[in-house]
């Protein structure tokens, strides 16, 4: 592809983002921004909520795993459906019951100021690093496809990415948000779909069960691992997916925030069943389009980029038509884009309910003038965390997503495990030490498992552990005091 046809093509997309935030943004109050009035429909939020957990993540890096890890991604996939049920059961109650605008506003009730502090943190922690590295591996094929041809720099381009974020959300917030997401969304999908059908095409495979039987008969499409000291095995993996569904999704304001969103309770629940329902189906999708790329690489003897997530990305821009090449670029923006704005405005909310308190401490018209400041001064922190990992990273981005979830998020596993399934009190001026303590305890096992349990190797579900410690931690800090807040 050229570079001015993939320029014509990002222009006319971001047209359509503009547009739908021109809309939007009309007439809103000074909570739009945070809650969208709470009348998104639960379709349009079931729907975008699929682009923004897949991300550019699950979109590039995912098909060129396939060449290392088979389908045992699929693994991961399985748990998720357990733990969107955990949501939608067990969370999304409470949530509506106690009407929180950030979620972790429960911890305050709960246990008190410094849990309240600690969580909030972590997610904070977590998503500006998490996001940054799915807008890092996106930003990185757009320089590639894009800005290289132009001479511009890497900052530069990342620097574009991130104001064009920061200029569509700046004034909706998540009502703009709901709406966006849905767009890109359908357009990363649409890009999925166009590229398994053209390459199964030149593949000369006909049909549903010829592409079934392609796909089966690859040794690459081997779902389940049961050896237990891998990294990959199915009960680490299924497990591991299913708690990571419940910090990923459960216990995080960006996702949340859009949940929240909706008229009732009941809405948002069906939003959640539906919501599992296609996101299973689009990651297999995107796992047997992993096969079908390196058998089109195969077949046409094409020497594989040294990274596996370049994969797509090569493909697709020097080896496919124009059309594929033209649907990719549109599904890798939208990737881009799709997580990156529901965090930036997350974040933004966190911060500014659970640190500056803002409708207690400031009055309507001031309120508007510090979110303004805080999503700008968000927007700048991801642009130097994305520039940091450009320097520091040597893995699948896949696998530094979970690897940072497993964590950052575990403390908070750990806190509303704690809060929902004990009626203990905790000395909450410890909360903070042991949510620092509980990873670096976790990460210490995990370096030396294989020494220390036979030959045991941690995967993904050092989630798992790290939130069991910070369980462990909260045991042992606990109060004689049974009595509970909420």
């Given at each position: 592809?050229?570079?001015?046809?993939?320029?014509?093509?990002?222009?006319?997309?971001?047209?359509?983002?503009?547009?739908?935030?021109?809309?939007?943004?009309?007439?809103?109050?000074?909570?739009?921004?945070?809650?969208?009035?709470?009348?998104?429909?639960?379709?349009?939020?079931?729907?975008?909520?699929?682009?923004?957990?897949?991300?550019?993540?699950?979109?590039?890096?995912?098909?060129?795993?396939?060449?290392?890890?088979?389908?045992?991604?699929?693994?991961?996939?399985?748990?998720?459906?357990?733990?969107?049920?955990?949501?939608?059961?067990?969370?999304?109650?409470?949530?509506?019951?106690?009407?929180?605008?950030?979620?972790?506003?429960?911890?305050?009730?709960?246990?008190?100021?410094?849990?309240?502090?600690?969580?909030?943190?972590?997610?904070?922690?977590?998503?500006?690093?998490?996001?940054?590295?799915?807008?890092?591996?996106?930003?990185?094929?757009?320089?590639?496809?894009?800005?290289?041809?132009?001479?511009?720099?890497?900052?530069?381009?990342?620097?574009?990415?991130?104001?064009?974020?920061?200029?569509?959300?700046?004034?909706?917030?998540?009502?703009?948000?709901?709406?966006?997401?849905?767009?890109?969304?359908?357009?990363?999908?649409?890009?999925?779909?166009?590229?398994?059908?053209?390459?199964?095409?030149?593949?000369?495979?006909?049909?549903?069960?010829?592409?079934?039987?392609?796909?089966?008969?690859?040794?690459?499409?081997?779902?389940?691992?049961?050896?237990?000291?891998?990294?990959?095995?199915?009960?680490?993996?299924?497990?591991?997916?299913?708690?990571?569904?419940?910090?990923?999704?459960?216990?995080?304001?960006?996702?949340?925030?859009?949940?929240?969103?909706?008229?009732?309770?009941?809405?948002?629940?069906?939003?959640?069943?539906?919501?599992?329902?296609?996101?299973?189906?689009?990651?297999?999708m995107i796992l047997v389009l992993g096969v079908l790329l390196y058998l089109y690489t195969e077949t046409n003897g094409i020497e594989m980029p040294l990274r596996s997530d370049d994969l797509y990305p090569f493909l697709a821009t020097q080896h496919f038509t124009a059309f594929a090449g033209i649907i990719f670029v549109l599904g890798i923006t939208a990737a881009a884009y799709s997580s990156a704005d529901s965090t930036l405005t997350a974040l933004t909310t966190s911060f500014c309910y659970d640190f500056l308190e803002i409708e207690k401490n400031y009055e309507k018209e001031k309120q508007y003038t510090i979110r303004k400041k805080v999503h700008l001064a968000f927007t700048g922190l991801m642009f130097l965390v994305i520039l940091i990992f450009r320097w520091i990273n040597d893995q699948s981005v896949i696998n530094a997503v979970f690897t940072i979830a497993g964590y950052t998020y575990g403390p908070l596993l750990g806190l509303y495990a704690f809060g929902l399934f004990t009626k203990?009190?905790?000395?909450?001026?410890?909360?903070?030490?042991?949510?620092?303590?509980?990873?670096?305890?976790?990460?210490?096992?995990?370096?030396?498992?294989?020494?220390?349990?036979?030959?045991?190797?941690?995967?993904?579900?050092?989630?798992?552990?790290?939130?069991?410690?910070?369980?462990?931690?909260?045991?042992?800090?606990?109060?004689?005091?049974?009595?509970?807040?909420?």
């Amino acid at each position: 592809m050229d570079s001015t046809s993939v320029l014509i093509v990002i222009t006319a997309y971001f047209f359509l983002l503009f547009l739908i935030s021109w809309f939007t943004s009309r007439k809103v109050t000074a909570d739009t921004f945070f809650t969208g009035d709470r009348q998104s429909p639960w379709f349009l939020v079931a729907f975008g909520m699929i682009g923004a957990s897949l991300s550019g993540v699950t979109f590039i890096s995912v098909p060129g795993e396939v060449g290392n890890t088979n389908f045992y991604y699929f693994q991961v996939v399985l748990g998720y459906t357990l733990g969107y049920a955990v949501i939608a059961l067990v969370l999304l109650p409470l949530y509506y019951k106690l009407n929180l605008v950030s979620i972790y506003a429960y911890l305050e009730q709960r246990f008190g100021f410094w849990s309240y502090k600690t969580g909030a943190f972590f997610f904070i922690l977590s998503r500006t690093l998490g996001s940054s590295i799915r807008v890092f591996l996106v930003a990185g094929v757009l320089q590639l496809i894009l800005f290289d041809n132009w001479g511009i720099p890497f900052w530069v381009s990342v620097l574009i990415t991130v104001g064009l974020i920061w200029l569509y959300t700046h004034k909706g917030g998540i009502k703009t948000v709901v709406w966006t997401d849905t767009l890109q969304t359908f357009f990363m999908l649409a890009a999925i779909g166009v590229s398994i059908y053209l390459v199964a095409k030149d593949l000369n495979i006909s049909g549903l069960g010829d592409l079934v039987d392609r796909v089966g008969t690859d040794r690459r499409s081997e779902i389940f691992n049961w050896d237990w000291q891998a990294g990959t095995n199915f009960f680490k993996q299924f497990l591991a997916g299913a708690f990571i569904t419940i910090v990923m999704t459960g216990l995080d304001q960006d996702m949340m925030q859009k949940n929240l969103t909706c008229r009732n309770l009941g809405d948002a629940q069906k939003n959640m069943f539906w919501f599992t329902i296609i996101l299973v189906f689009v990651n297999l999708m995107i796992l047997v389009l992993g096969v079908l790329l390196y058998l089109y690489t195969e077949t046409n003897g094409i020497e594989m980029p040294l990274r596996s997530d370049d994969l797509y990305p090569f493909l697709a821009t020097q080896h496919f038509t124009a059309f594929a090449g033209i649907i990719f670029v549109l599904g890798i923006t939208a990737a881009a884009y799709s997580s990156a704005d529901s965090t930036l405005t997350a974040l933004t909310t966190s911060f500014c309910y659970d640190f500056l308190e803002i409708e207690k401490n400031y009055e309507k018209e001031k309120q508007y003038t510090i979110r303004k400041k805080v999503h700008l001064a968000f927007t700048g922190l991801m642009f130097l965390v994305i520039l940091i990992f450009r320097w520091i990273n040597d893995q699948s981005v896949i696998n530094a997503v979970f690897t940072i979830a497993g964590y950052t998020y575990g403390p908070l596993l750990g806190l509303y495990a704690f809060g929902l399934f004990t009626k203990w009190q905790v000395n909450d001026k410890m909360v903070p030490y042991l949510a620092v303590a509980a990873p670096s305890l976790a990460f210490i096992i995990s370096m030396n498992s294989e020494a220390w349990l036979a030959g045991y190797k941690f995967g993904f579900e050092i989630l798992i552990l790290n939130g069991l410690l910070m369980f462990a931690g909260l045991m042992a800090a606990r109060k004689k005091s049974k009595k509970v807040k909420v």
